[in-house]
Every structure is written in structure tokens, then in C-alpha cells.
């Protein structure tokens, strides 16, 4: 059975940092993993992933401000997130992408992220 399970998220003020998690289990080689976010009435969007060979690709909206680390003996992804925004409040959700296709991917559950005073 696979799983991604996810975890770290909370609520923040803005300036502050988030540490997400997310382990994977049940699969194996997986190509990429990492993190996409979705708001209320939009699109899911990516925030940032990273292959097994440590290539990288985020979203312009969070550069310089989340740095991703996968440890592929474990299967899991971390997210560190700082210089929070409001507008960094969403669901984040793990992705595993089994061959970089975009045909083959599993998704966690979701964890939410508040950023509010």
C-alpha cells in the first residue's frame, strides 16, 4: 500500500517558519518528490520539488525563501519554509512523481498551512 504522509504544518506569523515532512512508503525509486499547495479556489500549484539526483525547481512566488533536502535512503522530502507570507496559507500537498512524466504520481493528504497575526 503506498502512503505519503505528511506533517509540520500549523499556524505561523508572518516572518515566521515551517518545517513540512513527508515520507513516502510502499514505493521505491522514485524520481521526484516534493510539494505542491492549493488555496481555497485555486489551482494547485507547485512550490517547489526535487529529483533523486538533487536537481531542484521551485516556484517564483517562494525562491529564496524555502529550500527543499530529500533523503532518498528514507524516501522523504522536507520543505523548510521562512519569511512566511498570508499569502503562503494553503493545503500543501506531497507528491511523488515515480518516472518525471507527470503520468504516474501519488499525492499525501495534505497538511494545512496558516500564516496569520
Known amino acids: 500500500q503506498v502512503q505519503l504522509v505528511e506533517s509540520g504544518g500549523g499556524l505561523v506569523q508572518p516572518g515566521g517558519s515551517l518545517r513540512l515532512s513527508c515520507a513516502a512508503s510502499g514505493i521505491f525509486n522514485i524520481y521526484a518528490m516534493g510539494w505542491y499547495r492549493q488555496a481555497p479556489g485555486k489551482q494547485r500549484e507547485l512550490v517547489e520539488v526535487i529529483t533523486s539526483g538533487g536537481r531542484a525547481n521551485d516556484a517564483d512566488s517562494v525562491t529564496g525563501r524555502v529550500t527543499i533536502a530529500r533523503d532518498n535512503a528514507k524516501n522523504t522530502v522536507y520543505l523548510q519554509m521562512n519569511s512566511l507570507k498570508p499569502e503562503d496559507k494553503a493545503g500543501y500537498y506531497c507528491?511523488?512523481?515515480?518516472?518525471?512524466?507527470?503520468?504516474?504520481?501519488?499525492w499525501g493528504q495534505g497538511t494545512q498551512v496558516t500564516v496569520s497575526s
Open positions: 507528491n511523488a512523481d515515480m518516472n518525471g512524466n507527470n503520468d504516474w504520481n501519488y
